[in-house]
């Protein structure tokens, strides 16, 4: 089966993607993230404020099949958190690139190794394997 990566996005191995915009980078889970995942029916989100580094927990995911942690690609502060997803958790399944995105966080610099939509589709290929 073949997942949408979208070429502008950098993607970890933890399959949280992040996009960014402006000065604050945008992050969700990927398209196979969520087809690995079904139905998700829940998602814990952090406050606004939090700070996190490359590689720590910010939330929980859980759908029909499995409960996941969400790990931050990049360390930060929270400045917003997709609210919307408390109450309709659908736009993680059907759009998890634009209306299903989780928070967004403003950079202090330090990254997790991040792949191109190229390496994380081959990375992807190699986990069906």
Do not use: C
């Not at 958790?89 to 190794?113: C, F, H, M, T, V």
Request: aromatic residues 10%; negative net charge.
């Amino acid at each position: 089966m073949s997942f949408k990566t979208p070429p502008d996005l950098r993607y970890s191995k933890s399959h949280e993607w992040v996009r960014v915009d402006g000065d604050a980078v945008v992050i969700g889970i990927t398209d196979y993230a969520q087809d690995a995942l079904g139905d998700v029916v829940y998602v814990e989100l952090p406050q606004v404020g939090a700070t996190y580094g490359p590689g720590d927990t910010f939330g929980v995911i859980e759908s029909v099949k499995a409960s996941s942690d969400l790990y931050a690609p990049v360390a930060g502060e929270v400045v917003a958190v997709n609210d919307a997803l408390e109450s309709d958790q659908a736009p993680i399944n059907s759009d998890p690139y634009n209306g299903g995105w989780l928070i967004r966080i403003k950079p202090s610099g330090a990254e997790e190794e991040l792949l191109d939509a190229g390496a994380y589709a081959a990375f992807v290929e190699s986990l069906q394997h």
